[in-house]
């Protein structure tokens, strides 16, 4: 049987599945593919979210060469070569970079010139933002999309299409599986069923199973029901019902639900919901999430269980939450403030607090910015008090 991640991939953008947020028709990126005006582009996301496919498709619409590099192995005088040999010529052919996050920044230089003269159109795919891999020189000559994992919907779209080619007979709760285990990846569910086909054209839940014993990734679009799992845990955690949060996790457990997946959404948890009403709910998380990911289950289900326990009973402030929000907020409505100059790295004029016994007054923005506000909740009283006596130490 021949590799059905490749036979089914998609060659146009009317047969490309997902990413609707940056590829329908009405969307500006759809638009200027089909003008053929194709700019700078570097796409992140999750594995077997059609990243490659679209760069792939993107060449076939503009009718040019497509070349494939992994920025783990790339070396310069390869891309020097493709350049060269397209020097003076009409065609622009596009370069298609995976892992682009690894780019050092000589290679990036290299491509510099070459995007500034538009010469060939540099396309980057990463699992990873590579926003802050990127050169700001990079990064103003192109634009970054990120690719979510698949829906439950459109993973049954591309295994309705898989199916109806090939005989086989699937018993719906193989066929959920299919979905549920693969967590919005499309390629890791169609290598799935590629291998099972090859044992029996008879599939069955024991039989994937056999092949995948547990939920690959981290789950985020892998089904409603895990959805639903995770949303309730961490609401029964934010409303302090212990016994609630335990269950849901216990669920998601028995699911198979990754480790990394739960301890990430407690880390996230306990400075979101948690912050400095209890700062050491933080520590706690964290440490959970490194020896969860060093031992595996079963016997992180009891390290999972003290954490829940721990965070449900802990004091509750979105304080810091709220307060980043609101500056980032600020900014992306264009309130970018000059850096008072003794901030700045020549720090001419700068006063050493440590001189002034920790502490003494001077300018830190050039507007005064009201970002974050103290719930003065468990610890954040402390922080506070602290806060004042600092300020008003003479």
Not at 56 to 65: L, V
Not at 301 to 317: F, M
């Amino acid at each position: 049987m021949i590799d059905l991640s490749n036979k089914l991939r998609p060659t146009s953008l009317e047969t490309f599945v997902g990413q609707s947020h940056i590829i329908a028709k009405d969307k500006a990126l759809y638009k200027l593919i089909k003008q053929k005006d194709i700019p700078h582009l570097f796409f992140y996301g999750k594995p077997g979210t059609g990243k490659t496919t679209l760069a792939k498709i993107i060449a076939r619409e503009i009718n040019t060469d497509y070349y494939y590099f992994n920025a783990t192995s790339i070396k310069i005088e390869d891309l020097r070569k493709v350049f060269d040999k397209y020097k003076g010529a009409l065609i622009k052919p596009l370069i298609f970079i995976d892992e682009v996050h690894r780019l050092s920044k000589n290679q990036q230089e290299v491509l510099l010139p070459i995007m500034e003269n538009y010469d060939a159109i540099i396309i980057g795919a990463s699992t990873e933002n590579p926003f802050f891999t990127l050169t700001s020189a990079i990064r103003s000559r192109s634009f970054l999309y990120e690719f979510k994992a698949f829906t439950k919907e459109e993973m049954n779209k591309i295994l309705y299409v898989a199916l109806k080619d090939i005989e086989i007979n699937i018993q719906k709760d193989a066929l959920e599986y299919l979905i549920i285990s693969s967590s919005g990846d499309a390629r890791a569910m169609l290598t799935l069923l590629n291998f099972a086909y090859k044992v029996s054209k008879d599939i069955n839940l024991a039989l994937l199973k056999e092949l995948r014993e547990n939920v690959i990734g981290d789950g985020v679009s892998s089904s409603d029901t895990h959805y639903d799992l995770a949303s309730a845990m961490i609401k029964s955690l934010r409303g302090s019902d212990i016994n609630a949060a335990l269950y849901y996790m216990a669920r998601l457990i028995n699911a198979g639900e990754s480790v990394d997946f739960i301890t990430r959404r407690l880390v996230i948890f306990a400075s979101e919901d948690i912050g400095n009403a209890n700062p050491n709910a933080l520590n706690l998380a964290v440490n959970t999430m490194i020896a969860c990911n060093k031992i595996g289950y079963p016997e992180s289900r009891i390290i999972l269980s003290q954490c829940a326990v721990y965070l449900a009973s802990s004091p509750k402030s979105n304080s810091a939450y709220k307060a980043i929000n609101k500056a980032l907020e600020e900014i992306k409505e264009g309130k970018i403030l000059d850096i008072p100059k003794h901030l700045d790295s020549q720090h001419i004029g700068y006063l050493y607090p440590h001189n002034f016994g920790g502490y003494v007054e001077q300018e830190y923005l050039k507007e005064k910015l009201e970002l974050y506000e103290n719930s003065n909740i468990g610890f954040e009283k402390t922080l506070d008090e602290w806060l004042k006596k600092i300020k008003n130490k003479k």
